[in-house]
């Protein structure tokens, strides 16, 4: 406990609110720089997760502005101004019983490097955690995004992009008066455009923070109405 405390205090990341136990997955690789992100930054490019191999049992601790993750005795620290959340497709874990699904989350902590959460199948509480993050890193992360577009930045999001004009992703594009609907449909993002369903990605878990990016695409869609 003393030393969760001790990092989430040099990463000055608030009060603690909520313990989890969860299944940790940390990746092994070469750590991926971090980019501080500030609020009128116009232009961030992330990179594709990849699902590290190996898990444990690991304590899940949400705080005000971040989390931490303590794992085979390490603790990483995650804020939800800078992460990364990659939001991975759901699955049925060895240990839960038949029909049961399990939705993991890739994050990146303050030091780059990345780890899969999943929730425990016999505690449940993964559908508490899981939404909690996602709120967590929209309430930091809307703001500056919006504001950047505003100033005529463009976005990116893994391969999909999207600016104060048009989104687009690999051979596909489209200005926003042109986007009738933007739906989720077997973990793609799909668009509405001229009367024909085009997909913008094909996989929502290699999109980073994807969940920013759908409300600000359909806030542009609506001719940015905020909701």
């Not at 750590?31 to 930054?41: F, G, Q």
């Not at 116009?42 to 949400?62: E, N, Q």
């Not at 995004?145 to 104060?164: E, M, P």
Request: hydrophobic share 40%; aromatic share 8%.
């Amino acid at each position: 406990m003393a030393r969760i405390s001790a990092a989430a205090g040099r990463e000055h990341i608030g009060k603690r609110h909520a313990t989890y136990a969860v299944i940790a997955h940390p990746h092994r690789t070469a750590a991926v720089p971090v980019r501080l992100i500030r609020r009128l930054r116009a232009f961030v490019r992330y990179g594709r997760p990849s699902v590290p191999k190996g898990s444990a049992d690991a304590r899940l601790d949400l705080y005000e502005r971040g989390l931490t993750i303590a794992v085979k005795g390490r603790i990483h620290v995650v804020r939800y101004d800078t992460t990364s959340v990659f939001q991975l497709s759901a699955r049925h874990p060895p240990d839960a019983p038949r029909g049961a699904t399990a939705r993991s989350y890739l994050l990146v902590d303050t030091k780059g490097e990345r780890v899969v959460l999943r929730g425990r199948s016999e505690v449940g509480d993964a559908e508490e955690w899981g939404p909690e993050i996602r709120r967590a890193v929209i309430h930091a992360q809307l703001p500056w995004a919006w504001a950047a577009l505003g100033k005529g930045g463009r976005l990116t999001f893994g391969d999909v992009w999207l600016t104060g004009e048009e989104v687009g992703s690999g051979g596909t594009s489209a200005r926003w008066p042109h986007v009738r609907r933007i739906e989720l449909e077997n973990d793609a993002i799909r668009l509405h455009i001229n009367g024909n369903w085009h997909t913008l990605a094909p996989m929502v878990s290699h999109i980073p923070n994807f969940f920013v990016f759908l409300l600000l695409a359909e806030r542009l869609r609506t001719g940015g109405r905020r909701s």
